[in-house]
């Protein structure tokens, strides 16, 4: 049982470049979230899926887009890469809007 | 202000000693609180969930809930130096959202 896989596990970037940050959960969980860390701010909220289907932005949306793929799958995707979102990103999951989130093990992204 | 606050610390304390650990949060709405703990350069991970006024236990946790004062706490009875993370306060707000605080440092010192 993998729980919440993010590819990659690191990436550096140039300034204009996109890419897209993978999530995939094996926990049949309903709800997805993706969030950024940075020090001292904590675990920030960018978007989450509160079920299959639906997308809706947090608190820190621009710059980025998400696509919820399937039950299993939620996307990141950075269109054209800025230094200010050299961070580290997480994807987590949960079963019900009530219950805990698991997380995946993050990807460090340097954008230069 | 953020919806989630915690103090940042270091919260510093000998080994064996109870660590308090606060968070206020901003949603009167709110109705599932949580705490993880990270280690440096890990993901976070759940130590307890609390959804009902009061004290919950488990070995050597207890969480405690105040709707009231919008207020949630985590102790650590008898800590460990491997106690030693940083301990992020998690609310849900608006029954989507998992919003996190900023997370208080604990230094527990041998």
């Known amino acids: 049982n993998a729980g919440v896989t993010q590819t990659p596990k690191f990436q550096v970037l140039k300034t204009g470049q996109s890419m897209t940050l993978q999530c995939a959960q094996d926990?049949?969980?309903?709800?997805m979230y993706w969030y950024r860390q940075d020090p001292g701010m904590g675990l920030r909220l960018i978007y989450y899926?509160?079920?299959?289907?639906?997308?809706d932005k947090g608190e820190v949306p621009n710059g980025y887009n998400v696509s919820r793929l399937n039950k299993r799958e939620f996307s990141l995707r950075l269109e054209s890469a800025a230094p200010s979102q050299t961070s580290v990103y997480f994807c987590?999951?949960?079963?019900?809007?009530?219950?805990?989130?698991?997380f995946g093990q993050g990807t460090r992204l340097t954008v230069v | 202000q953020k919806e989630v606050e915690q103090n940042s610390g270091p919260l510093s304390v000998p080994e064996g000693a109870i660590a308090s650990l606060n968070c206020t949060y901003s949603?009167?709405?709110?109705?599932?609180f949580f705490w993880y703990r990270q280690y440096s350069g890990k993901s976070p991970e759940l130590i307890m969930s609390?959804?009902?006024?009061g004290d919950k236990e488990d070995g050597r946790f207890t969480a405690q809930l105040n709707k009231a004062s919008q207020y949630v706490s985590l102790l650590i009875r008898d800590s460990q130096p491997s106690d030693s993370a940083t301990y992020l306060c998690?609310?849900?707000?608006?029954?989507?959202?998992?919003?996190f605080g900023t997370g208080t440092r604990l230094l527990v010192s041998p």
């Open positions: 949603d009167r709405g709110s109705q599932s």
């Open positions: 899926s509160a079920s299959e289907g639906t997308t």
């Open positions: 609390i959804y009902s006024n």
């Open positions: 998690a609310v849900n707000e608006g029954f989507q959202k998992l919003v």
């Open positions: 987590a999951s949960r079963i019900s809007l009530s219950a805990e989130a698991f």
């Open positions: 926990m049949n969980h309903n709800s």
